[in-house]
């Protein structure tokens, strides 16, 4: 009986690996241009059985013998089994929002623009009264997919409890993920303390790059401050890799040697913009999709997920599946955070894009950190009460002024359930956020302020990449020397006066 039990989990395991293998393969043919259309769905049919309510109530009757490393490995399969349950109960309304979404079109001054273009234009569109006419446009669309959003989620809050958890971020607690009341306390206090510095960088900012007051900006305003126009130039396009390749070597990786990350830089016409990393097989193929459009943001973009491609490709072949693949993927984001933020740092942007004077570009950096950070937090507390409520009717009221107090800006009312992040991937990026600059701390008592430019900083990097999400951030952090996970790292870089 123990060896069947045995025989299945490993097969359960070996099919997961190969969907996630499947999964990435899939995406990767999209984003890299070869593939018109992105299907999943043909995906998940050819594992029927992977998502099953069975696999699951066999996993946890498994989990529940299980003790110390064989159980942490069963709490993140557990996870990952729920969230692909939770997934598959609701993917017909997911898909029916989703194909919505792509054939949408609204019509802007007599020409037709597809739906998912209206972000981009909000972000190159200078002048305000037209970006509040191509909001509104967007707001059209988005007031017809509510309904579908709103059965989706109603669905969404039935499973949960199907599976008798009052709601997803009790489960989410119960699988090993994070105390969800004690990361909001932590926030709630980040909040207080960064509010006024927040206001007063978005005033000036905002005055200086969109040329509005604050009582005049609302949320559609945003990107264009995001893209950030006049920094455009210290970021060429045509520098983007050498400058990645650069950096990486000082830290004594050599992106061009590494056979295992398949760096794809080939022009093609239906390619997308960017940078994408993609694990398909966890060490030994990791594709990294590469398309430099320049700018802060772009090379912000690929740093980030360079950091991605380099923690994957590190992580050692020995580690078992759920190590390698699940797990708190705040690890992960915080390896990509580490990266991305090189872009702020004054000697990185000195020895790699010859910018000296860094001082305004520093400045409306630290702004847009304080942005997202405020932003996820803001996400993170909704959700917790959606999930709470479990009512959309109840929940426009609640967006507006959560997101308006937080973000210091006017929420469009039809952005409510779009923005409900149901699985709780900000935590992800809120417990990174938090993590990361505690992992610089070390490496700079370690391998010096310029950790990025000494090979010992590659050095300790590589032997935390070797664990893959084998250990959480709460778990690294007290390997450290920290207590855990705080915010007061964070507070520094964000609050330096
Ligand atoms: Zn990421």
Sequence with gaps: ML???????????????????????????????????????????????????????F??????????????????LSRFLADGYLARGVSQ??????????SAVVDWQGKTVPFRYLAVMLAQESDPARRKAL???????????NPLRAERFVRRCALVRELSYDSYPALMEDFGGPHSASLRALLEDLMAETDVAFTELLEEALLDIVGLSLDQTQTHD???LIRALPFDRYFPADKALNCLHNTLQQMGIHLAEQSNIILDIAPRDRKKPGAFALPVHIPDKIYFVVQPIGGQDDYQALLHEAGHAEHWAHISPAQPFEFKRLGDDAV???FAFLFEHLTTNRQWLRCHLALDQSDVYLK????VRLYKIRRYAARFFYALEAYALADPTLLADRYLSLFGKILAVQSSPEMYLKDLDDQLYAVCYLRAWMFEPQLKTRLRDQAGEHWFQAREGGEILRQLWQWGQRYGVAELARQLGDDGLDSQALRTELLPD
């Design 3 to 57: 060896e069947a039990c045995l025989m299945n989990l490993s097969s359960l395991r070996e099919m997961a690996e190969d969907f996630l293998q499947d999964v990435q393969e899939e995406i990767y043919q999209q984003v890299a241009g070869h593939k018109r259309k992105l299907d999943i769905g043909a995906v998940h049919a050819r594992y029927p059985t992977l998502f099953s309510r069975d696999s699951l109530t």
């Design 59 to 76: 996993v946890l009757e498994q989990r529940a013998k299980a003790q110390g490393e064989e159980r942490r490995r069963l709490d993140y």
């Design 93 to 102: 309304l997911t898909d029916e929002i989703a194909s919505r979404e792509a």
């Design 135 to 145: 909001a509104l446009l967007r707001d059209k669309v988005l007031s017809q997919l």
């Design 222 to 224: 945003i990107p264009r």
């Design 332 to 334: 992960t984001e915080s």
């Design 364 to 367: 409306f950096a630290r702004l």
